[in-house]
T-cell receptor, first 112, second 116 residues
């Protein structure tokens, strides 16, 4: 079945360590997105990519980095520069925004 | 500028009651798309409906119905005879056809509690 796979579902890291969240899709979608969600909050866009080898900053890109070397994959690195990294991270993809997004099941990151 | 407002942060109703979630949007485009997503406690956002700006017909899917009114820039979502499984966060979203990027604008969501 086609879809988006985010791994791992839960992730624990020590403060000061970089951590990479995986997002893989087999939907053949060109565009991919990373969102951050804090408890009781809406979705905030971190980065997005409309095509391989190209990506754009979203509203809260500071402290994060991404790469898009393959159409299927859009990993997100949470760096030590991110002040409050503990959150729920959602990856999404889209063939065309007029059809909406398909979301992954999310990764809950806890930094201690 | 494009914007989606979900004024209801949190709603609680008793099971079997009807409940309406409000969504008001702003856009300068004449061609746009509206969406509703459901986020259950598991976390994944689930697509519920897509509506384009030229189709103002209301839609019904089982206990779910959507009322799109361009005159008031609203796209409200009603759950009839609510059930505990309807408890979730619901997001309304807007996509403009002629944006230069591929971004969809989300509202802040409404958390719905269905009490048994």
């Amino acid at each position: 079945d086609g879809g988006i796979t985010q791994s791992p579902k839960y992730l624990f890291r020590k403060e000061g360590q970089n951590v990479t969240l995986s997002c893989e899709q087999n939907l053949n979608h060109d565009a991919m997105y990373w969102y951050r969600q804090d408890p009781g909050q809406g979705l905030r866009l971190i980065y997005y990519s409309q095509i391989v080898n190209d990506f754009q900053k979203g509203d809260i890109a500071e402290g994060y980095s991404v790469s898009r070397e393959k159409k299927e994959s859009f990993p997100l690195t949470v760096t030590s520069a991110q002040k409050n990294p503990t959150a729920f991270y959602l990856c999404a993809s889209s063939a065309d925004r007029v059809y909406g997004y398909t979301f992954g099941s999310g990764t809950r990151l806890t930094v201690v | 500028a494009q914007k989606v407002t979900q004024a209801q942060t949190e709603i609680s109703v008793v099971e079997k009651e009807d409940v309406t979630l409000d969504c008001v949007y702003e856009t300068r485009d004449t061609t746009y798309y509206l969406f509703w997503y459901k986020q259950p406690p598991s976390g994944e956002l689930v697509f519920l409906i897509r509506r384009n700006s030229f189709d103002e017909q209301n839609e019904i899917s089982g206990r779910y119905s959507w009322n799109f009114q361009k005159s008031t820039s609203s796209f409200n979502f009603t759950i009839t005879a609510s059930q505990v499984v309807d408890s979730a966060v619901y997001f309304c979203a807007l996509s403009e056809a002629f944006r230069g990027d591929d971004k969809i604008i989300f509202g802040k969501g409404t958390r719905l509690h269905i009490l048994p």
